[in-house]
DNA sequence: GATGAATGAGCTTTCATTCAT
DNA sequence: GATGAATGAAAGCTCATTCAT
């Protein structure tokens, strides 16, 4: 068996684990008993229970922005670019819920540390928006009087709040692509040279 | 010393201790020694330390929720309500820096009591800015085709990664007034009709 | 108001709550909520908490101890004696039901203060049962050989036991006056002359 | 190390703690301290305090009502079989003091599960007694008029109060044996046909 | 005398972490 | 490497008692 095996089923039995109780309600026997090791076994692989959701945010998300990278490199108009990325960032509930329950909720704590790291991973996933916003000015697609540094955070933010609605209401209003083409619409219909 | 105080002393200081460690990481002591009283009398007017989080909760959302109200009645042109809320919202940071953090962080954790009664209050919140928007959407000022129910949620979200990131960020590159001019600039020029 | 009466009514709270909660999980405000005082004032009455069931032990078993000799006195036969004595503590149940189960339960903790002082008060109810033997033996009534020091204590045991019974069990086999006069034949048989 | 070690170590402290300080204010690391274990390593064990006390009770009745029974099959003689009942009730007292006082003490307050749990057990332990009486009867050698459900409960509770007595004062008047031949004495001539 | 808000010591229980096997 | 029994520090909460009013 391989090293990684063990470290990605505790990874993945925490991800379940931290998206059903919450960081600090679960147990690191919740996890151990998820991922089928023994307690001590997690301390193997990590250092403490803070370093789980640290070394999981770290390996998961980078995953999230490669593939993010990979999907958008199939287009080139900075319009549609914007839409990919939103409609990607939706999609993650899709496919990984409990994921992004964790990465919505568990990273907020006021904990410096996580926020730290938080931050420094998160700039490298937003940062692909306001790479897009530039070349959209670059290319006069997109008002040259917008602040990309702000822009990206604001198109996240919205992002982020439906999926937060997402989590939270089993039955949602609306649908991932309504949403997912409402905000593009206005977004976009704002930034866009007319 | 009317009733009042000690509740008042005790939501305070909760403020404080929960914006500095977290919910999880602030024992009862921290809150009683910040509002210089002895651990027990918090149990007089709190039932437990969630309750405290609650009523701090419900109690503070409250005031904003008036407040903005109260602001807002002054204005009647949507697009100038729209960015009136925005200036309140960003400026809350200001005035109430503990009390944000709190807002931003405890309050957003996976914990199903507090988001379940986080919901109903913050949904108050919000449906001052759809309010807005159906205004807007009324006075044909606004695309008819804008949901509100999905807008409210985009702008809000916006405006909330904004004041996440001052929080986090001692030294931010972007003064508040200027984020919310830009991010006003791009929604209402997706919202409005031109 | 005499003293006497916030005493008394402190008094027969207790008796309620002791019987209905035990000694350690009845607080002290459950006594004052019964009485229909404050708190602060049972501390005027009583030292603490222990010396609410020593005071109340002590006058409810003085009160007992009294009325039954006073009953004993309109006997003159030994054998007629004993079982008035029976007849009567069997029956402290129908009208002192809360007294005889704090007098139950509540004394057999083994606390040495608690139970030096039940020994004390004790001896002189139990010693009614030793004087009325030794009456009999010197009557020639009943055996000489019996030891009048045991058999009392085995005498108000058999008792002690059946009240125990109809304490725990809400619907007994037994009538009182059934086990009154199967414990009497007994040991009557046992110790009288034939 | 074998669990049963660990669990049994506890079992004998908790015994030798009630004992001492009644089961109130026995506090678990005190019973840690006589086990020589950590505090957490009793919840290992045991659900709770109540627990310990309740799989205490459970299991060592459960050794007495074993010895009991295989004592009295040597016996046939339903006179020899009581007066040995007798003898070995009384003797608990020598070979297990704290345990003795545990029963007596800490088993007979008002808590209603522990009153719950303990009739069921208990009730065995007192049958032991009515069977030998219903034996004594079928041969004809105690009276027929002798109800055996009351009469078990007098005898038990006679050499219960005994047991009180030794309990309490550590200088007592009687040894065991005199009180046991004149318990015996006194009920054996009340019951049987002379 | 009477009140009841305030106190703070005290205790059960949890659980991250360790380490002998 | 893997285990899981054992550890013990830590903290939420209770409640007998006090004392200013």
Chains 1, 2, 3, 4 share one sequence.
Not at 15 to 36: W, Y
Not at 103 to 113: A, D, I, K, P
Not at 166 to 191: M, R
Request: charged letters at 25%; a neutral charge.
């Amino acid at each position: 068996m391989r090293v990684s095996d063990k470290h990605q089923k505790i990874t993945q039995a925490a991800i379940k684990v931290f998206a059903r109780k919450g960081f600090f309600n679960a147990r690191i026997s919740d996890i151990a008993k998820e991922a089928k090791v023994a307690d001590g076994t997690i301390y193997l692989y990590f250092n403490n229970k803070y370093d789980i959701l640290i070394s999981l945010f770290e390996e998961e998300i980078g995953k999230i922005i490669l593939k993010t990278k990979l999907l958008l490199e199939k287009e080139t108009h900075p319009v549609e670019m914007l839409m990919l990325f939103a409609k990607q960032h939706l999609n993650l509930l899709k496919e990984h819920r409990e994921l992004v329950v964790v990465l919505q909720m568990e990273l907020r704590q006021s904990n410096e540390f996580i926020q730290e790291y938080r931050n420094t991973k998160f700039v490298e996933y937003i940062d692909i928006v306001s790479e897009i916003i530039h070349k959209g000015q670059d290319e006069g697609v997109f008002r040259a009087e917008i602040m990309p540094g702000i822009i990206k955070r604001a198109y996240f933010g919205a992002l982020d709040e439906m999926t937060r609605l997402w989590i939270l209401s089993p039955q949602p209003h609306y649908t991932l692509d309504e949403a997912a083409v409402q905000i593009c619409d206005v977004f976009l219909n704002g930034i866009v040279i007319k």
